[in-house]
Structure formats: C-alpha cells, structure tokens
C-alpha cells in the first residue's frame, strides 16, 4: 500500500474513533450509529452481490435471522447476545447455503428475483407466527446494562464502538476475501463465468462460500440492530426495502470496491436525513421524490458508483493512457 | 350441488377474474423485458397512474372509467415512450444493476410525485356505470370485476394480434429475437424499444382503469401487483404475450385457492413459491424461449 493511502486511511481511522467527542449531541451520535450499521451491512452485501457479482435482493433474510435468532436465544433461555450473535451468524449461514444450493443455477434477473421472492416469504411466515412476535414483534429486555448484557440505556456510546468494531471486521474480512485465491475465483464467475468453469473452477461450491461469508457478516448486523434497539419486527428486519437498501449502498459508493459501500452507507443515510427533515414534514413525498431522482441519476451517470467515479476520474486525470474504456451510454445508434 | 362446492368453484372463478387483470399487467412487464432485457420495477406505478387517470377524469368531469379508458391508454403509452427517451435509452447497455435500480428510482420517484401531487389518502370511484352484481347461472360476480376481466381478455388479444399480425409486430417481434440483426434489416431498434415501452405502460395503465371501479386508489397500490407480475412472466415464460396470459390465469387461481386452504395472509406466499418451483423446474416457463 503507498505511504499517503496508508496515512489516508490511519486519518479516517482516527476520526472514527474520535468522532464520539466531535458530535454534539446524542442524535448526532445515532446518526453515526445508523451510517456504520447500514456500512456494514454494505460491505456484507458486496461479498457476494459485488465480489462474486451474484445480485441478492433478499438480503434483510440474513439480516432478520441475525436479529431474530438472537432474541430468541435470551428471551427463551437468557442466552447472551454475544453468544446469541453468533448462533445467529450460524443459522444465516445454514439458511443460506440451503437456499444457495437450487438458486445458484439462475443467472442474473432470475436470481435476483429469486432471492426478492425467498425474503418475502420468510417475511410473510414470520409475521404469521406467534411464536415468533408475529407482526407485532419481540421486545428485548431492558434490565441487562452492561457489556455482559449488551445494552446501553444510558449513554449510546459503547453502540457505536461494538458496531464500528463489527464494521472493521467484515471490511477486514472482505479484504482477506478480495487478496486471497478466493477473490480472484469470484471475480472469474462475476466476470468470465464459462471460461472460470471451462478452466475447472466449481462455480457452485465459490457462490456457496461467497453467500456464506456475506450472510454470516449480515445476520451479525442484524443481531446488533436487535441490541441497540430492543425491539424487532418483520418490517424493520425482514424487508425487501431494507434488502434494497443494503445493494444500494454498495451501488452508491462502488459495487466490488472494498470502501465503496462505506461512501455509499455516508451519502445515502446523510440525504435520507436531509431531506427527511427538510421536507419529510410535510408527508408529502418530496423526500421521496428527492430519493427516487437520485438513485436514477447515480445508476444512468455513475454507473460504477462514487468510488468507481472517481477512480475513473483519477485515472483520466493522471493520464489518457491510463484511462478505463468508459461503459458506453448510448443506445444502438 | 353442495354448498361447500358452490364455495369452491365461485372463488375459483373469481380467481380467474382476478388472474386476467394480472395477466394484463404481465403481458406489459413481458413486452419490455423480452423486447430489451430490462426488468422494470416501477411497472406497478404505471398502474397506479392508470388508475389516478381514471379517478381524476371522475372526480373532475364525472367521467367513467370506462369512457377515459382510451385516454387513459393514450396517456400511459406517451409517458412509457417519454420514459424510454429520457432514462432508459441510457442504460441499454449498462449492467445488470444498474438497470434494475434506474426502474427501481423510477418506482420511489412516481410514488413519491403521486403523493405529492394527490396526497397519501386512499380514495375510490362510488358509482362508476359498471356497478352492482351479476348471475350466471348460481354463480354470483361483481360486475366492475366482470367487466375488468373481459376488458383484459380483449386488450390482452388485441396485443397479441398486433404482435402476430401487423409490420409493426413483427418488427418487434424481430428485434427481440436479435437486436443486432433487427438493426441490420432496417428496423429501427430505438423506435421499437419506446414501442415497447410505451406498450407496456399502457397495458399496465389499462389494467388500472379496470381496477379503479373496485380497488382502491392509492400512490403505493403498484406494490400489490409488482410480485405477482413478475411471478406471472416468469411462469409464462420471460418475453412471451401469450404465456404471461395463461400464466396470468393460472396466478389468479392459485392465489384465491392458497386463500382459501392456508388463510388469505399466505396469498403472496404461495403465489412467490410458484416463482421459485417455476424458475427451478422448468425456467424457461409455460410458453417461454428456449
């Protein structure tokens, strides 16, 4: 890595950890808090849907199972939710290689769609079980302060280092992934799949350790939001909008681009919040509408996101020679 | 004949009401993907437009729905061509995603003008010309569903006549097969995917001045038919009108049946589990390419 990136990124590192004392007051501090969880969930996504280039669209499954696995395990035997945590990366895992093994075999839009259609269903049997809340939900309880606990009333602080932990990990773990043989195996599917199985590489078995990976990364996102939140439901954990959120913030910042979906987690959420409170008031759509026009604009203008944008920039900048052939935007004529 | 078989084969008939509307709503979503590949997930908005059109000429002009219906037609084609034009002609070629999350800004964008613009209330069409019941036979139906479902059946045919038997069809017809070597016979292949477009979205509009007189109105009503659509296409078959039309049926028919064996919140459940068999077992579809 050059000396300057290794600065860069030491700089950015640092403003993390201080950033607690830069803010100044505690809705601040749960913007922050909501900016490295959606990252997070980012950086998961792109394993799979960036690295390995298989679009999952069904990723709130992961994360609903994270969270609900976890309050399951303290509510009916007072299991820890670091324990819980775990068990609940498990499951996601089990749940997704079952689920990987047919689907695999769909290309693009059918997988896609497929994965739509398995979150959906898991959302809809949820919300029709009682065991499991139903639509009304689980309520975490309060009374476990602490570290041993995992709940902070008092001060939100402890939540955003444990999910800026839970952030460097999966960033650390997606770039073992991206430097490792496993990396280059994902980007032959992602790019050349006939030539990858061609050369013998099992396509099946590398799309398995790539969902495995991101939905292990997702379910441990899903059980910190079951944390800091003490309450879950289907429609804040198991929806198909929060599966689209979790790509779209990849798909901002650079999908397959390690930092990519970090950008895409600051830009999205500071917008969102922007124009939330700016025109949300109203319930008249225009944070909506506001919404809508951006996505269209970075998905026809930018279509390898902000980080890509700007390496492509670099590159032209540095020099034509060094330039990326640009995606050709134009139609047949 | 027994009472609970009466049941049975009144909700299955509805089922198949219901399923022509579906089975409209596909065959615009099957036009635009198999003419360019293209996934379009603000196709439940072009209904829902489909059915402000129609409020607004009711509630402003006391115009049925029926009467505006052309207009609505009309209005929805001119805005798919635009759409084209504007956004899509840009993505063509672009991956996968970006494709999928340009119609899918497109769905938050139209969702969020209707709200602005009519606000998020629910609202309806009282007395519409087509109201009140009627009997064939023992079997009872709503008349705004009957005729819903028989407007489907002719605009559906209408579709895929121009399809088979016009230049035009064909033309379209051709360009989805081979794009490249459409181009090559002259066709003009841009003219052809806003033909699409605008096709599709006033299929998807039709479908929603049929429904106004039943359903109501509402700027996120697209997401109670974007699923099943999609389900729809694929059963029939990625890119084929006539496939998405009996898939349609066959849809409608399984959603009223799991309402009525598992309980109506397994409804879309069942129907996304048919998408899951279909694209696994067979994935080319009823009526699909190979």
């Known amino acids: 890595m050059p000396a300057a990136k290794r600065v860069a990124l030491l700089a950015v590192l640092a403003l993390a950890v201080a950033l607690p004392w830069l803010v100044a007051n505690p809705s601040q501090l749960n913007f922050a808090i909501l900016v490295l969880m959606i990252a997070q969930a980012g950086v998961a996504w792109n394993i799979l849907g960036g690295y390995a280039g298989q679009v999952s669209l069904g990723h709130a499954a992961f994360y609903g199972i994270g969270a609900y696995t976890s309050t399951k395990l303290l509510l009916a035997w007072g299991l820890s939710p670091w324990l819980g945590m775990l068990a609940g990366g498990l499951v996601a895992v089990a749940f997704a290689l079952a689920i990987g093994w047919p689907c695999f075999r769909l290309k693009g839009h059918y997988f896609a769609m497929a994965t739509i259609a398995i979150a959906e269903i898991l959302q809809i049997v949820v919300t029709n079980t009682d065991a499991m809340g139903g639509a009304v939900g689980l309520q975490l309880p309060f009374a476990n302060e602490g570290w041993a606990g995992f709940v902070f009333n008092r001060s939100k602080l402890p939540y955003y280092y444990i999910i800026l932990a839970l952030l460097l990990v999966t960033l650390s773990a997606s770039r073992l992934i991206e430097r490792s043989f496993l990396g280059y195996y994902f980007r032959a599917i992602k790019d050349e799949p006939d030539a990858a199985r061609s050369v013998g590489i099992d396509l099946t078995r590398y799309k398995l350790a790539a969902i495995a990976a991101s939905s292990f990364l997702t379910a441990l996102g899903g059980s910190f939001y079951a944390q800091k939140e003490l309450y879950i439901d289907p429609g804040s954990t198991l929806a198909t909008s929060l599966s689209i959120k979790i790509a779209l913030v990849a798909i901002l910042g650079g999908v397959g681009t390690l930092s990519g979906p970090v950008v895409g987690a600051v830009i999205l959420t500071a917008i969102e919040e922007t124009t939330r409170t700016v025109f949300g008031g109203t319930g008249r759509g225009t944070d909506l509408i506001v919404y809508g026009l951006l996505i269209i604009v970075v998905a026809v203008f930018y279509p390898a996101g902000v980080v890509g944008g700007l390496r492509d920039l670099g590159r032209r900048w540095r020099g034509p020679g060094a330039a990326r052939e640009p995606l050709p935007a134009e139609g047949e004529r | ?290």
Request: a positive charge; charged letters at 10%.
């Open chain 2, 1 to 290: 004949m027994s009472p609970s078989l009466e049941i049975l084969i009144q909700t299955l008939a509805s089922g198949v009401l219901i399923g022509l509307i579906y089975a409209l709503v596909a065959v615009g979503l099957t036009m635009i993907f198999g003419v360019m590949d293209i996934v379009n997930f603000s196709h439940g908005e072009f209904l829902m437009l489909g059915m402000y059109s129609s409020f607004w000429g009711f509630a402003l002009w006391r115009l049925d729905p029926m009467f505006t219906l052309p207009f609505t037609a009309l209005l929805l084609f001119a805005l798919g061509a635009a759409i084209y034009h504007v956004v899509i002609r840009r993505i063509i070629r672009a991956p996968m995603l970006s494709q999928i999350f340009t119609t899918f800004g497109l769905m938050i964008l139209f969702r969020g003008l209707a709200q602005f613009l009519w606000k998020p209330d629910f609202r309806s069409i009282d007395h519409s010309i087509v109201e009140g019941k009627v009997a064939l036979g023992w079997l009872q139906f709503g008349t705004p569903q009957l005729v819903a479902g028989a407007g489907a059946i002719v605009v559906t045919g209408a579709v895929w006549w121009f399809l088979q038997r016009t230049r035009v069809g064909a033309a379209l017809e051709a360009t989805a097969a081979d794009r490249e070597a459409a181009a090559l016979m002259g066709i003009d292949v841009q003219r052809m995917f806003a033909l699409a477009w605008g096709i599709g979205a006033a299929c998807a509009g039709v479908a929603g001045a049929l429904l106004s007189t039943f359903f109501p109105i509402f700027p996120e009503v697209g997401a109670n038919f974007i699923l099943v659509a999609f389900v729809t296409v694929a059963l029939g078959g990625f890119g084929s009108v006539a496939g998405a039309f009996w898939a349609g049926i066959i849809v409608g028919i399984v959603e009223v049946l799991g309402g009525f064996l598992l309980g109506p919140q397994y409804k879309l459940a069942l129907v996304l589990a048919l998408y899951l068999l279909v694209v696994l077992l067979r994935p080319r579809g009823l009526l699909g390419r190979a």
